[in-house]
């Protein structure tokens, strides 16, 4: 059975809107994941270290407009999306990045002829590689 990942997201945007990026958690993601972590750990206790970006598409950001998500605090682990309750943002997405740091992963993208920010709240290395507990939402 497939499992996702939804997390809260952000924009810089003025005009556009985020709520969620959805990501679906494969082994192909946690291999992934499994050697960011490797290497942000190696570098991690370095004072200035930020963070390690791989570019790869990983997630999907998405506009709740219904509300499904308004009651997420931090992401969950779940085996079902109801994707006909959301919608892409306006803004064509492009250069999508995920950002490894001592705090866990960020999706990242931009838009393609905006330049604008879309981000996800971080989500931690466990719910990832552990599968933290799924929760119906």
Same mark, same amino acid.
């Given at each position: 059975?497939?499992?996702?990942?939804?997390?809260? !997201?952000?924009?810089?945007?003025?005009?556009?809107?985020?709520?969620? &990026?959805? &990501?679906? #958690?494969?082994?192909?993601?946690?291999? @992934?994941?499994?050697?960011?972590?490797? !290497?942000?750990?190696?570098?991690?206790? @370095?004072?200035?270290?930020?963070?390690?970006?791989?570019?790869?598409?990983? +997630?999907?950001?998405?506009?709740?407009?219904?509300?499904?998500?308004?009651? #997420?605090?931090?992401?969950?682990?779940?085996?079902?999306?109801?994707?006909?309750? #959301?919608?892409?943002?306006?803004?064509?997405?492009?250069?999508?990045?995920?950002? +490894?740091?001592?705090?866990?992963?960020? /999706?990242?993208?931009?838009?393609?002829?905006?330049?604008?920010?879309?981000?996800?709240?971080? /989500?931690?290395?466990?719910?990832?590689?552990?599968?933290?507990?799924?929760?119906? /939402?």
């Amino acid at each position: 059975m497939e499992k996702y990942i939804v997390v809260r !997201a952000n924009t810089n945007s003025d005009w556009d809107n985020v709520s969620v &990026v959805i &990501v679906e #958690l494969t082994e192909d993601l946690k291999n @992934i994941v499994r050697e960011v972590k490797k !290497a942000v750990d190696k570098v991690k206790d @370095i004072q200035s270290f930020n963070k390690l970006s791989v570019f790869d598409s990983v +997630g999907d950001f998405f506009v709740d407009d219904e509300g499904v998500f308004d009651n #997420l605090d931090e992401c969950v682990v779940t085996e079902y999306v109801n994707f006909d309750k #959301l919608h892409f943002p306006e803004s064509s997405l492009e250069t999508n990045m995920l950002n +490894g740091s001592k705090y866990g992963v960020q /999706i990242v993208s931009f838009g393609k002829h905006t330049g604008e920010e879309f981000w996800s709240d971080y /989500i931690k290395w466990e719910t990832i590689l552990n599968n933290e507990e799924i929760k119906t /939402i």
